[in-house]
């Protein structure tokens, strides 16, 4: 026996609410303080925007008819033919395994193989990697946004342990969690609720480390990764605590007001952009996941003039009707359009180092569908912007056997800064897709 007597008389529910701490508790990281490690670094901030709309686009407007630094723009793609040479286009590339049709929109980040699957759990997203991978460096590790989002039931952000993390889908909130300073009390109410936290992680802590003499070495190694995770945590709700004594960026834009007409989709998107955007200039976050859930979005506008006969769902199963499909390419074209002046607001912006805020901002766009009108999980949608990458080309891979997007996820990783080789089902990173430095 590994476990003397004494351990099957332990106060299990006591024991079991211990646990309860850690499991329900986001992804944490060993970290060192973050105002004196930023203060230490010298690199210009590398930032990750990762979008993703659930129900795609049309891929026989979507991807170039020829590959290399010379193909033809697709109809999609003019509408950025200002930024040819920021972009690069991706064919061939999808996730394997990861099959069921709508079942995969939770996927895109994660790459977790058959979510139709009973019992399927998911795994840990691109941005929770990241964050985890390199540590609180800004007052929001990741922002996770959502536009019509089921919020309950979708997301682009998940946990090492494969929980769901909401969306956050009210731009006003978001601002004022970015831009609006509490005073005095509220900042005291704030630290006191921290403080608290950690009173009683420490409790438990000593609790269960008062059992570890006594318990065999199987048992011994549970409990030191339990302590761990609480050691863990305490740093983190130490940040936390800085961070509310830190004032907030001030920022001359107003308070947005929120949307909340679903068939106002694409004011929506524009909104949730430009907090994106407002977001990076401010350094508040240098992740963040916006996912478009055209699943939940009913009958709406395509512009002033134009709005949809379906809901969106609805419409993207189109069966070739020609109505539908020009339907569709109207609102693909006009995705394109907020992606085109998400990238010129992005270039127009300075940085400290007096580049634009584009080349250190790496733009995913991208679907978890290939073809939804068949629920086709293959061949996906995947444009990058920006980032510092040498781009103007259309990177083309096997359509029928293809590679595994998470190896351009693992090229944005490192990218990024994070020493790793391997994130989901990567088999590498990707070859002729060069990082200016």
Partial sequence: MNSPPIATHLPRRRFLRGIGVTLGLP????????????????TPPKRMLLISNNLGVLPQHFFPKDKGTDYTLSPYLKELAA??????IFSGLSHPAVTGG???????LTAARDPTRSGFRNSISLD????ESLGQQTRFPTLNLGVNIDKANRSLSWTRDGVLLPAEDSPAALFRKMFIQGDAKQTAASLKRLQDRGSILDAVRDDISSFQRNLGNNDKSRLDQYLTSVRELEQRLAISGEWEQKPKPQTKSAEPNDIADKAKFFPKIQLMLDMARLAFESD????????VDGFATPVFEIDA??????GYHNLSHH??????????????????????????????????DSKRLLDQTMVLYGSNLGDANVHNCTNLPVLLAGGGFK??????????????????FVTMLQHLGAETDTFGSSTGTLTGFDSRG
């Fill in 27 to 42: 992804m944490l990281e060993c970290m060192t303080p973050v105002f004196s490690r930023a203060a230490a670094s010298q």
């Fill in 83 to 88: 930024f040819r040479n920021d972009f690069t």
């Fill in 102 to 108: 709508h079942s995969t929109e939770n996927c895109f």
């Fill in 128 to 131: 929770q990697f990241a964050a």
């Fill in 284 to 291: 508040s976050t240098r992740i963040i996941t916006l996912m």
């Fill in 305 to 310: 003039q134009h709005r949809t006969r379906d």
């Fill in 319 to 352: 069966g070739q009707s020609k109505e539908k499909l020009a339907e569709l390419e109207k609102v693909d074209l006009q995705q394109m359009r907020h992606l085109r002046d998400l990238i010129t607001a992005l270039a127009a912006t300075p940085t400290a």
């Fill in 391 to 408: 781009h103007g080309q259309h990177l083309a891979f096997d359509t029928l056997h293809n590679k595994p997007l998470c190896n351009l």
